[in-house]
């Protein structure tokens, strides 16, 4: 988490935000799509423990690819 703060700062100094409307309809940064992005993949691994047990790989990729999609379409 620590190191995707660094990234996002580095990103905001390189190339400012622009706000942007996706599937919400709601104006989001990097920055809130970031969170939602964490939020959710806390939901996810959670989840996954909760019906699956402890090895984590397969949250992980689903955590993936749920962020990929947050940042592409929300």
Known sequence: IGS????MTVLAVARPEV??????RIETTRGDRLFISLLGS???????L???GP???G?????LIY????FRWV
Do not use: K, S, T
């Open 4 to 7: 995707l703060l660094v990234l």
């Open 19 to 24: 706000p942007r409307v996706g599937i919400l």
């Open 42 to 48: 806390a939901f996810l691994c959670l989840g996954w």
């Open 50 to 52: 909760a019906l699956m």
């Open 55 to 57: 090895p984590l790989w």
């Open 59 to 63: 949250a992980l990729a689903l955590c």
């Open 67 to 70: 962020a990929a999609a947050v």
